[in-house]
Nanobody
Framework: QVQVVESGGGLVQPGGSLRLSCAAS????????MGWYRQAPGKQRELVAT???????NYADSVKGRFTISRDNAKNTVYLQMNSLKPEDTAVYYC??????????????WGQGTQVTVSS
């Protein structure tokens, strides 16, 4: 029923750019906050950026000024534009979506993840 699907990961050189996309579907009540998280080998999963249905954004300090999160509510899609990429940005990036499943209940759903590798 509910699906959260990421795309856009890949290999890029330091200083390069990538754009990730995440489409959420399966809810008849729209989508609330959506966000991006990442997890590098041996490290905890960490918040990258979030965006509310109204467009309010929040970024991790490590990506401020380099990454931009945006969304298209008509398409239930969130994007992450990543510029000036660094090797330390290498991780699996996961999309999260808060999706109403009824008039009273909201649940968090995760995508399968997409690999981003920044290397020469």
């Amino acid at each position: 029923q509910v699906q959260v699907v990421e795309s856009g990961g890949g290999l890029v050189q330091p200083g390069g750019s990538l754009r990730l996309s995440c489409a959420a579907s399966g809810s008849g009540f729209g989508i609330n906050t959506m966000g991006w998280y990442r997890q590098a080998p041996g490290k905890q999963r960490e918040l990258v950026a979030t965006i509310t249905a109204g467009g309010s954004t929040n970024y991790a300090d490590s990506v401020k000024g380099r990454f931009t999160i945006s969304r298209d509510n008509a398409k239930n899609t969130v994007y992450l534009q990543m510029n000036s990429l660094k090797p330390e940005d290498t991780a699996v990036y996961y999309c999260n979506a808060a999706i109403p499943v009824s008039q009273r209940a909201t649940r968090n759903y995760w995508g399968q993840g997409t690999q981003v590798t920044v290397s020469s």
